[in-house]
């Protein structure tokens, strides 16, 4: 079940996140041009709670998994994800059936978050990145840019009809 935090959920915030291994650095937010990671930050954890949307995983009532959207004001909304390799699909399908905004991700290329939203192909030894399509052929996503060793994808706009909660019965 995937269900939104609130501030009273901070210390189970703090502690998943502590105990995690962000094994791709990829689970903070950029405040002054600084990446501030979440890990023993519990003033930073505190404060997302009450001014952004932190969304979690989660099974027997223990996190399994964090998704953040971080809108820093005046700039463009970026989705962060820290979670097991097969709880990602978890988080897109949440993501696609309850989040209509246009989101931006920016990740290593070689994060698995990516092939939920991107193929990856190689053509005579050249890696190519092309957005995945939903069933009626319309893109995912947008990729913006390849800067080094990461790239910058933007989650296309999308029109809810229903609603998804992480039911294994969808999955």
């Not at 962000?22 to 041009?33: H, S």
């Not at 995983?57 to 959207?69: A, P, Q, S, V, Y």
């Not at 990145?129 to 060793?149: A, V």
């Amino acid at each position: 079940m995937i269900r939104r935090l609130h501030s009273k959920d901070s210390i189970s915030v703090l502690h998943f996140v502590n105990i995690f291994n962000d094994f791709w650095m990829e689970f903070y937010v950029t405040i002054l041009k600084e990446r501030v990671f979440l890990k023993n930050n519990l003033k930073l954890i505190e404060k997302l709670l009450k001014t952004q949307q932190l969304y979690a995983l989660m099974e027997h009532d223990e996190i399994e998994g964090l998704m953040l959207i971080y809108r820093s004001k005046g700039f463009r909304p970026y989705l962060k994800l820290l979670c097991r390799t097969e709880n990602n699909k978890d988080f897109i399908k949440y993501l696609k059936w309850n989040i209509s905004d246009e989101l931006f991700i920016k990740a290593k290329v070689n994060n698995p978050i990516l092939k939920e939203f991107i193929n990856i192909v190689t053509v005579r030894g050249i890696i190519r990145y092309f957005p995945k399509e939903d069933i009626k052929h319309n893109s995912i996503c947008t990729i913006i840019g390849l800067r080094g060793k990461e790239i910058l994808i933007k989650k296309n706009k999308s029109i809810i009809k229903e609603t998804y909660h992480g039911s294994k019965e969808l999955l």
